[in-house]
């Protein structure tokens, strides 16, 4: 049974810093991609930033220059690095892993994680 379990999320004020972390358990196989992405109330949910297995990363343009990510392949791990963060930042984000077990694509998802950015 694969697991992703997600942490750091919060309340945090505008400008402030939060570190979002992303860990799988289980029998995930080798995973290509990870990536972040957020959800906001009454709108749909969106890319925020996602890495592949070669190192390749793409960010929303909304967070570029303010957000980084990062991952630790040998803990199956994804990080969020989010700095400057912004009232419309605000929101409940959810890790994806795209992995290849058994020449079959897998596509797991987190619980997901609030972050809250507010005075």
């Known amino acids: 049974q694969v697991q992703l379990v997600e942490s750091g999320g919060g309340l945090v004020q505008p400008g402030g810093s939060l570190r979002l972390s992303c860990a799988a358990s289980?029998?995930?196989?080798?995973?290509?991609?990870m990536g972040w992405y957020r959800q906001a109330p009454e709108k749909q949910r969106e890319l925020v930033a996602h890495?592949?297995?070669?190192?390749?990363?793409n960010y929303a343009d909304s967070v570029k220059g303010r957000f980084t990510i990062s991952r630790d392949n040998a803990k199956n791990t994804v990080y969020l690095q989010m700095n400057s963060l912004k009232p419309e930042d605000s929101a409940v984000y959810y890790c994806?892993?795209?992995?290849?077990?058994?020449?079959?694509?897998?596509?797991?998802w987190g619980q997901g994680t609030q972050v809250t950015v507010s005075s």
């Open positions: 289980g029998s995930i196989g080798s995973i290509n991609v």
């Open positions: 890495i592949t297995s070669g190192g390749t990363i």
């Open positions: 994806k892993m795209e992995a290849r077990r058994a020449g079959i694509r897998w596509d797991y």
